[in-house]
């Protein structure tokens, strides 16, 4: 059996705050991804799951835990082997005007990983760069111009080509779509999942739109605060959520259908996030979970398969795997 391409194995990052205490943004999440797959990630702002990203590309070393990609430890690599993971693994960012340098042109952006990487002569990077503006649907001629004569959506078309440039084959994308407008989003979108079938590419989509994630996505993860509260097959976990926080964006994501909008069951979460300073004991959303029980102040629940592919930390659910 095929390893997968992409392992994080219980990583934690933590970042100092005052009085000596730890911000824990990233705390014990473990998934896979399969080449040619798309790993959704989800949950509401300062969840942790850009940090999960930016750690797995090594932008941040990790507190603890591991990253194996293709069977590499990400984090222990050097010098060559370093460059060889650089190459194979890109990041498209959330805002496409800040992660391009205003003072180099379009071509000189694109081509520069080509160089760094030591890929084809001038002529033959020049051609590419040519070949991947017309791929992402923006015209050769545009090669000479800069960011700033760009619209946000032409921008991160930009941001795509340039992440192929070095022929990678897993993309990190870092809410890609939520600095566009939404008229934008479905294009760069079905654009991603184009360029994925051509090219036999594997993604880490991170976002908080629930929508786009279901459309680009073959697996779902839901992050709360810093940990993995659940992770399913995409038409599984829309269709039967199984943790009470993934039932309650699912309750709460707008639907076309007014009519369905109305009649859906509801999950209603109550009170604030706490602070990823101060997490409260036991599970992690119990004390906005209206489903709570004497054990989730106690026990912290574990991520535990409930069926094939299907994880869940909920010790309502774990009771129920246990008694069947």
């Not at 890929?119 to 090669?143: F, W």
């Not at 921008?155 to 939404?182: F, H, K, T, W, Y």
């Amino acid at each position: 059996m095929a390893r997968p391409l992409l392992e994080v194995q219980e990583l934690k990052k933590t970042f100092p705050a005052r009085g000596g205490r730890q911000l824990r943004a990233v705390d014990g999440v473990s998934f896979t991804i399969e080449r040619g797959e798309t790993l959704g990630l989800v949950g509401e702002s300062g969840c942790g799951k850009s940090t999960t990203g930016r750690t797995i590309v090594r932008l941040y070393q990790p507190s603890a835990g591991r990253v194996l990609f293709d069977g590499e430890e990400v984090h222990s690599l050097h010098g060559s082997a370093l460059r060889r993971f650089r190459r194979r693994v890109q990041m498209i960012f959330q805002d496409p005007l800040a992660s391009l340098d205003p003072r180099m042109t379009v071509g000189d952006t694109i081509a520069e990983g080509m160089q760094i990487h030591h890929m084809g002569t001038p002529k033959e990077r020049q051609e590419r760069v040519q070949a991947l503006l017309r791929a992402v649907g923006l015209n050769p001629e545009h090669a000479s111009r800069f960011p700033h004569e760009f619209s946000g959506g032409q921008r991160q078309r930009i941001g795509i080509a340039r992440a192929l440039a070095v022929q990678p084959e897993l993309i990190v994308a870092d809410e890609p779509i939520s600095a566009l407008d939404v008229s934008i989003q479905a294009q760069i979108v079905n654009l991603l999942e184009r360029l994925q079938q051509e090219m036999g590419l594997t993604y880490l989509f991170i976002a908080h739109d629930l929508s786009m994630v279901k459309h680009i996505s073959t697996h779902v993860g839901v992050m709360y605060l810093g940990a993995l509260v659940e992770i399913a097959p995409t038409d599984q976990l829309y269709s039967e959520p199984l943790h009470p926080y993934t039932q309650a964006l699912l309750s709460a994501a707008p639907l076309p259908d007014p009519k369905v909008t109305r009649t859906r069951p509801r999950v209603v979460v109550q009170g604030e996030v706490p602070s990823p300073i101060d997490l409260p004991s036991g599970c992690r959303f119990r004390t906005r979970c209206p489903f709570a029980m004497d054990i989730c102040s106690q026990v912290d629940p574990p991520l535990i398969e409930v069926a094939p592919q299907r994880q869940v930390a909920c010790h309502l659910h774990a009771a129920r795997s246990t008694a069947a």
